[in-house]
């Protein structure tokens, strides 16, 4: 059969033939008025090549007016992937802004958490990257730590922003966890962008990875009812990387998809 056939069949009937139906997630992404004075939806790239290298259909969902909408976007997709970006606002968490703390976008912070209630309700898998599990954690009942080297005397350098690409500080992964598991090791050096992470963690979620200073580099779901892995540096902008460690991430994914 031909593929331009095989794309005219409706994804119902492709699976009565057997045929595979490449599995499609929501990404978050942000929208301002950065390039040229136009409001514009932005994500970067990476995003896309990382899942779409895991054999998965991105579907970009930018902040919305109706938040209530992500629950019509998550039942009709198979998993949630939540991205990296600004602060998240520190009220939803019942704090004042820190002085060092980025202009919030709060319809971005409404439709992130309205996805990840509607993902927790109807059991779709998570995939939660840098701002991702701080958004996460704060959705579930979580605090932040606003500003890490403020916050965190004698912290390591996690704001790494010049350096994208290149692997900055070491972090230790719980043996047997999602994440170790994913990663397909227990050790790792990773890249690093953010000057917010997890403080206080929420109900339902445990921590399975840090750096050496202590802080939060990775978080999971409790329990096997719902699969979550939330990751605090950018695996997606390590795909050209010789070490498999952060496409493994991609790889779980993926494969949890293809399972449920």
Known sequence: MSSTLVNEIPDSKRSR??????????????????????????LNSAYIIALESAGLVPVVVP??????????????????????GEDVDPALYGQARHEKGGEPNRDRDDTEIALIAAARHMHRPVLAICRGPQILNVALGG????????????????DAADRRTS????????????????????RISVNSLHHQSARDVAP???????????????????????WVIAVQWHPEEMNDSPESWDRGLFRAFADRLAEV
């Open 63 to 84: 902040p919305l007016s109706r938040p209530e909408a992500a629950r019509s976007i998550v039942s009709r997709v198979e998993g949630i992937v939540l991205t990296g």
């Open 204 to 226: 339902g979620l445990r921590v399975t990875a840090r750096a050496p200073d202590g802080i939060i580099e990775g978080l999971e779901s409790d329990t096997d009812g719902w």
């Open 143 to 158: 605090t932040l730590y606003q500003d890490i080297s403020s916050d965190v005397p004698g912290s390591l350098v996690h």
């Open 167 to 186: 692997r900055v500080h070491d972090v230790e992964i719980e043996p047997g966890s999602r994440i170790g598991r994913a990663m397909g090791a227990t």
């Open 17 to 42: 033939l057997g045929l595979r139906v490449a599995p499609a997630v929501a990404v978050s992404s942000t929208a301002d008025s950065t390039l040229g004075g136009a409001h514009r939806v932005r």
